[in-house]
């Protein structure tokens, strides 16, 4: 069995973003030469996500919009969280709605995915610094 | 270490559609004389899911109802990604609710269920081929 | 490779309940000796999550108001899966926003969390018995 860890490093320039993490994913399977197996990708941070979706950058604003609607940011007061002297308490819902984690199969050396599948970082509550996991473990 | 590797055709009747798959990741299960280990069974399109809960008529309906208060199909326009000419950015929202995957724990030769847990494939932009991906890993 | 598989069991005293389990999946991992793998947790009720986020009493709060916003429990006859004399389809509506399962990596026999990550399960149909899954898989 082999298994290879790795750790992105992310510090967005704005409170939300969304970023294509599928190219830095890639390379660190091909690095792990591992051709069958499962590779898990999860933000380490409790107000950001991973998962998967288009890379379509009207979608992209679709998601903004709608996540706001769900979990608006203001009033910060509405959340009891933010009784702590954070301002995140949305970050925090909305990351349940878009989720931690990935876990995507690998088949023949490859990323098994389907035509428009591409992994994304969410920033929810950004301009500091996270972290997201790639565990691949297969053989 | 063992790996199985099935992939699931489905051509839904109409654009929202839900339909147990339990039966269809047993026989690949079975197939796979895997006794130990996880089975991922995710979409390989971004406008559907894969998710566990009850298979019963009401709930299903429930999750159509709210799914669709929740991320409206209409008016189309209300939505930046339709603007590329698709009229599917509704099923991209639903389905980061319901889920892209999951993951299930193979305990003596059977997916390790609680009484009431079935498999199911959402479809929320149907009428057209989709793929589900079923890999199990272990031994 | 080596596989550990624990059933945690809940009875909880409320409807609603966001109990900590982490201490409890650590010592799973630690009785399992598995220094580098992947460990599943998941609900194996259907009314039920587990996730991932915050151990702040104030957060769980705004999560119980949230998800009563998102999918309120009353008036119950406003649900189909109600009519078959349940009360909780609320529940099962829940439960896909904070989700079914987490899959956590091991690096180093531990845990590999970000600061702020602990596990949680998520009752949202409580006062009756529930179990919850613990799979890890590794070497």
Redesign the interface.
């Known amino acids: ?1 082999k ?1 290879k ?1 790795e750790y992105l490093l992310f510090n967005t320039s704005s409170r939300f973003q969304l970023i294509n993490i599928t190219p830095l994913v890639e390379k660190i399977l091909k690095e792990s030469e591992i051709k ?3 590779c ?1 990708v ?5 107000s950001s996500s991973v ?4 890379d ?4 992209h ?3 903004h919009k ?1 996540l706001e609607k ?2 608006p940011h203001e009033p910060i007061t509405q ?6 002297g954070e301002e995140n ?1 949305d970050a ?2 909305k ?11 690998i ?1 023949n050396s490859k990323l ?6 591409q992994i994304f970082y969410g920033e929810f509550d950004g301009m500091r610094k996270k ?1 997201v ?1 790639v ?1 691949i ?3």
């Open positions: 069995m298994v860890t069958e197996g499962l898990l999860n933000a380490m941070h409790i998962f998967i979706n288009d379509e950058i009207g979608l604003k679709d998601f709608w769900l979990a959340y009891s969280h933010n009784d702590t308490a925090h819902l990351r349940q709605i878009m989720g931690r984690e990935v876990v995507i199969a088949t098994d995915f389907g035509p428009w599948e972290r996991l565990k473990m297969g053989e």
